[in-house]
């Protein structure tokens, strides 16, 4: 599993453990496909052939966007407006999954379990 270069040691450590489950929200997918198309990011090649390769190589577990998680969004103390944040920060609550990120509000939220990207 290639990783980038600006990602921590330890976080690099963590991810290419073999013990560690990779889970990705299908809001950060939707997120990369806006950036995609706004040039914000640039992608080696196409969007959806780099989900179906996650698919297929089991090194990604594609987390549900569930009633659940949409529910536990307010119950979050967030400091973000940000709704894909939000659903971010909740489908980590809600699957007991630690969220990496380097954006300092997600850091901060309490119960939140989280790794400094």
Request: charge should be neutral.
């Amino acid at each position: 599993m290639s990783l980038p270069e600006r990602l921590r040691p330890s976080v690099r450590r963590v991810l290419q453990d073999p013990e560690s489950e990779r889970w990705l929200s299908p809001v950060s997918v939707w997120e990369a496909a806006l950036l995609h198309r706004k040039r914000r990011i640039a992608l080696p090649r196409g969007l959806e052939a780099i989900v179906a390769e996650l698919n297929e190589s089991e090194a990604i577990r594609f987390a549900p966007l569930t009633a659940e998680i949409a529910l536990a969004v307010p119950r979050l103390e967030l400091s973000t407006n940000d709704p894909a944040d939000n659903f971010i920060a909740a489908t980590a609550a809600v699957n007991g999954l630690t969220l990496v990120t380097a954006d300092v509000r997600l850091l901060r939220v309490p119960g939140l379990d989280t790794l400094r990207a």
